[in-house]
């Protein structure tokens, strides 16, 4: 099993049984012991596993949230920017919509749109657009990620690495100016990092608490975004640099 997918995959069965000991994880991932040791000395510096004596437990975060749940936090903003977010989608165009809780909200004001190839790696959203008659929907399959509620894997990069997207509607975990767009799981990040390099158009969908936060891991710069959806005004530094930098903002 390559490495990162692995430790990925070891991160989420730590997170999701809290405690773990070393031999089960050694079993499960059929590693040595070495191997499972270096693997969980990784997973610490990421912050949400902790070492213990004889095994690892999970750290609970508030970005650890399941999927499910986190759709219904700040519900009303997250349909305020879906909607937004609608209105520069151009029919007759492909499109990408990523993971995560807000992105879905965009698809319900896409009824009456024709001629646009939507991919995606999320299942809710996936299932939003199977209804869409004017949407053709492209999915890359991979891995489940259940606190995501999408795809992942190495598969899914190497599709990814073969297309060239008009526009992707972008999700966060934080968005700061020194480090963009960030995101908490490392085979999560690591495809987003991959939709923006081949994308012509950058859309980030962020409610206004993402503003000013770090999460784990950086996947693109706020400089490579062409407008930012958000549901209330960004304070006056992020204004200032989207205005220096011609990126539009709508909220």
Excluded: W
């Excluded at 690591?190 to 950086?218: M, P, Q, W, Y």
């Amino acid at each position: 099993m390559m490495r990162t997918f692995r430790l990925s995959s070891m991160e989420q069965y730590i997170i999701r049984r809290d405690t773990v000991t070393l031999t089960e994880l050694m079993d499960h991932f059929n590693v040595s012991m070495n191997t499972v040791r270096r693997d969980l000395d990784a997973l610490e510096r990421r912050g949400f596993v902790a070492k213990v004596y004889g095994g690892a437990v999970a750290c609970k975060r508030e970005e650890l949230v399941p999927s499910l749940v986190r759709s219904e936090l700040n519900i009303d903003a997250k349909q305020k920017i879906g909607e937004l977010a609608s209105t520069i989608m151009e029919d007759n165009t492909t499109i990408y919509l990523d993971s995560g809780s807000t992105t879905p909200k965009v698809l319900p004001h896409l009824e009456n749109r024709k001629g646009i190839s939507l991919l995606t790696t999320s299942l809710p959203a996936m299932v939003a657009a199977s209804n869409l008659k004017g949407i053709s929907l492209i999915s890359f399959g991979g891995v489940f990620n259940q606190s995501t509620s999408s795809f992942v894997g190495q598969s899914t990069l190497n599709i990814i690495d073969t297309l060239t997207i008009h526009t992707a509607f972008m999700a966060a975990t934080g968005v700061s100016i020194e480090n963009g767009m960030s995101n908490t799981t490392y085979f999560e990040a690591e495809i987003k990092r991959a939709i923006c390099n081949n994308s012509r158009h950058i859309v980030l969908l962020a409610d206004h608490t993402k503003f000013g936060r770090d999460a784990l891991i950086s996947y693109c710069s706020l400089e490579k975004i062409s407008v930012v959806v958000t549901d209330r005004e960004p304070n006056a530094e992020f204004m200032q640099f989207f205005r220096s930098r011609g990126i539009k903002v709508l909220f």
